[in-house]
Structures are given as C-alpha cells and as structure tokens.
C-alpha cells in the first residue's frame, strides 16, 4: 500500500485552470499505475485519468480529453492533474489512487486512495 495526500484545489470560475498534486509515501512510488477519479454529489465515483509507471502511457476519460493533463515526477514521488477550461460539470471531491500492474478505468479495481480535495467550477 502507498499513502497518498491530494492538495491544490479550490474555486475556480468557468474556463479556468487549476492544477492538483498527489503526494506519495513509499520507496516504491515508480512501480505503480497513478490515477484521478472524481465523485460529484449523489453521483459515483468516475475515472478522470490514469498514467503508467514510466510517464509514457496515460489515458482519459472522454470528457476530460483535450483539456486536462496527468503527469508524474517519479523523483519526487508526486503525480499530478492539470485542468485547464474548467466547466461546472467539472465540480467534484477528486481523488488520487495508485494501483500495480496495469491501468484500468474501474475504481474499485484500484487499492490505495487519498482523502480528495475539492474542486468547485462557478458558471
């Protein structure tokens, strides 16, 4: 198991930006698969992005694409999720998880998860 500490969001007016960073606890930090959800109010947990060990895969979800960015610095044992042309659609608690082996979309296919920061888009 990896800790995990999400940081970095806050409210952001529509067509803003905000980036979130994930640190991780654990010598072993490289090996994992890195991933964003996000849980919106009375909605369930759903994949935003996901990124392998080395930084050379990543994959979206369709909503997200063109507009946000994961990234990993495995020297500093942090991943992070840049958001650029925010809508309210993006509002949500969103939530670092790490995982071995490959990248799946599925939440409860991933075993380590942060306690989530809040993310808020005013229209």
């Known amino acids: 198991q990896v800790q995990l500490v999400e940081s970095g969001g806050g409210l952001v007016q529509a067509g803003g930006s905000l980036r979130l960073s994930c640190a991780a606890s654990g010598r072993t930090f490289s090996s994992y698969v890195m991933g964003w959800f996000r849980q919106a109010p009375g909605k369930e947990r759903e994949f935003v992005a996901a990124?392998?060990?080395?930084?050379?895969?990543?994959d979206y979800a369709d909503s997200v694409k063109g507009r946000f960015t994961i990234s990993r610095d495995n020297a500093k044992n942090t991943v992070f999720l840049q958001m650029n042309s925010l809508e309210p659609e993006d509002t949500a608690v969103y939530y670092c998880?790490?995982?071995?082996?490959?990248?799946?979309?599925?939440?409860?296919?991933?075993?380590?998860w942060g306690q989530g920061t809040q993310v808020t888009v005013s229209s």
């Open positions: 990124i392998n060990w080395s930084g050379g895969y990543t």
């Open positions: 998880a790490a995982r071995a082996g490959t990248i799946y979309n599925t939440a409860k296919t991933w075993g380590s």
